[in-house]
């Protein structure tokens, strides 16, 4: 039996979930099974946990002088609720999308995007078609980017939708690049370049074709469109390179050259895992940073108006639930896999789920207790648009979708199955099989859930590798990557490249000694800086975590987050 989430209408979440809840039985014995073992359904639920927003005047170091009332404007890109500040749009662990007001006394609410399963990554654009209201886009994991426009505090109007745009791994708004006063846009494709789409103010047909910026733009890790903190009226931009430094760009206001010679504010920003612009937060005409810390704590950064920022004031409440923040410079947080399983030697399964702190929640009893001895199952990222996993089970040479969707026969010459996410650049997760003889063949998924295209031929020699696990993007570029471990102990990175029939770039070796590990899995994103991350167990049930770094080195040094491991006999 197994837990699983069905959602409203727009959230497609048909994948495993949650624990099964409170007073179910789970200590019943297991039983023959006559097919593939069945599941349990039980409905989505809201979280209301969000903190209140916190966007009052923070303090500024001794010293600095600051106007006291603003001497320039900074529009707010969401002001959803009348107060002139920016209310902050963001999705959570269970997939769905919420909006923080910055009234005080107001409390979240949920924000529905009609037409978009899941919302891998949101835009605030402002005010683009001057009804007063603001616009945001929507950006899907199969590259559909929609434009809701007249927003409320509960949902916006879809305008226009387009295709294709999951040729980028970031797309973001620095805000009014050209002077018209309308937010423009800002692309990176993977290999680094940058383009400028224009707004042309209207929804139905929102931006000009592309230009070219220029490349390099791929050294970065983080890409926030900030707003005016250069005091031009321009929108700004500051980015993060992968070993913790923030840089500023100032604005030109020429579309054919946007910004200046970045210039560095400082080092030790990769000790946040998402940076965020909330446009003025304070109302004093420039704009401001808020940055999340691995804990789940915001610091504001009050802008100074010439590029630099204050020092850090922390806010109140813990945002660790938050997946993916609006206007946030990260990647976006891959959905589809947030958790690992362990199943014991007795063939019950537990749960251990993200917490986007580095840590994991209190594991859960996912089944009856017993009922997974022998079965021969594996757990992927999700084949449909929801943001949890699926399980896949082998049963008489069929493969099963969560115990219900019969993917087809003749799996029973496979020795491996894997779901590491969307192998071949359309945003749909896609499954690996080796078989028996060692040759690696990809199955493209049809991005519901209920069947895989024919195979495809990979390459052979995978029999040299006694574990290959993936669950999202290890190099930091936004594809879907995969780690493998050889015989040795040496473990290796296949960079995805986004081509169905040359799904990984070679490998490179991270290094030997993973051979200490008798356990592998790949949670996800246990950070939520949009970086996949590893857990491994030694021989004395010791859990650690090694967290993507998007660098070169790849993994962070290992950190003991957990014990007693040694009762699973698989991780998954």
Request: proline residues 5%; neutral net charge.
């Amino acid at each position: 039996m197994r837990s699983a989430f069905f959602g409203r209408a727009r959230r497609v979440t048909t994948c495993t979930a949650l624990a099964l809840s409170a007073g179910m039985v789970l200590a019943s014995p297991a039983v023959a099974e006559s097919g593939p073992r069945p599941v349990v359904e039980r409905p989505q639920t809201a979280d209301t946990s969000t903190p209140k927003l916190d966007m009052t005047q923070p303090a500024v170091e001794s010293g600095t002088a600051r106007a006291a009332a603003a001497t320039a404007v900074v529009p707010s890109r969401f002001d959803v609720d009348g107060d002139g500040k920016t209310d902050l749009i963001h999705r959570k662990w269970n997939s769905w999308t919420y909006l923080a007001p910055s009234t005080p006394a107001a409390t979240a609410t949920v924000f529905e995007t009609a037409g978009s399963p899941v919302d891998l990554d949101l835009v605030p654009l402002g005010d683009q078609n001057g009804t007063g209201k603001p616009e945001l886009l929507s950006l899907t994991e199969d590259g559909v980017l929609r434009l809701y426009r007249d927003a409320t505090t509960t949902s916006g109007s879809l305008a226009w939708t387009g295709n294709g745009w999951n040729i980028y791994n970031k797309v973001f708004s620095p805000g009014d690049v050209n002077g018209d006063g309308r937010a423009d846009l800002l692309a990176r494709q993977y290999n680094g370049e940058l383009y400028y789409y224009r707004s042309t103010g209207v929804t139905t047909a929102p931006f000009a074709g592309r230009a070219k910026v220029g490349p390099g733009w791929g050294a970065y890790d983080q890409l926030v469109g900030i707003g005016d903190n250069s005091g031009d009226g321009r929108g700004d931009v500051v980015a993060r390179s992968t070993d913790g430094r923030l840089y500023f760009y100032a604005s030109t206001g020429n579309p054919t050259a946007p910004f200046k010679p970045r210039k560095e504010l400082g080092q030790g920003w990769n000790t946040y895992n998402q940076i965020v612009a909330p446009d003025d937060r304070n109302g004093d005409g420039k704009a401001d940073l808020l940055a999340r810390d691995q804990a789940g704590a915001l610091w504001a950064y009050s802008g100074r108006g010439n590029g630099t920022y204050s020092a850090p004031v922390k806010l109140a409440g813990s945002w660790s639930n938050v997946d993916q923040f609006a206007g946030a410079g990260n990647i976006p947080t891959a959905v589809g896999k947030n958790a690992f399983y362990g199943r014991d030697k007795a063939g019950t399964v537990f749960e251990y789920r993200s917490q986007n702190t580095g840590k994991l929640a209190a594991r859960q009893q996912w089944s009856y207790t017993g009922e997974w001895a022998g079965a021969s199952m594996a757990f992927v990222s999700a084949l449909d648009p929801g943001s949890l996993s699926d399980i896949l089970e082998v049963y008489q040479g069929r493969l099963y979708n969560n115990g219900v969707t019969d993917l087809g026969g003749g799996w029973q010459i496979y020795n491996l199955i894997v779901g590491p996410g969307d192998l071949s650049g359309d945003g749909k997760g896609d499954l690996l099989a080796r078989d028996r003889s060692g040759v690696l063949y990809l199955y493209r998924g049809n991005g519901k859930g209920t069947a895989v295209a024919s195979r495809i031929r990979v390459g052979d020699g995978w029999s040299a590798y006694n574990r290959v696990i993936g669950g999202g993007d290890f190099s930091g570029d936004g594809r879907t990557d995969l780690l493998a471990r050889d015989g040795s102990g040496t473990l290796w990175l296949y960079k995805g490249t986004g081509s169905a029939t040359k799904p990984f770039a070679p490998r490179q070796s991270l290094g030997g000694g993973w051979g200490t590990y008798n356990k592998l899995a790949v949670p996800g994103d246990l950070n939520a800086d949009g970086k996949a991350d590893l857990v491994a167990v030694n021989a004395a049930g010791d859990l650690y975590r090694y967290l993507g770094t998007g660098t070169k080195a790849t993994l962070t040094p290992r950190a003991r987050i957990g014990h007693g491991f040694q009762t699973y006999a698989d991780l998954f």
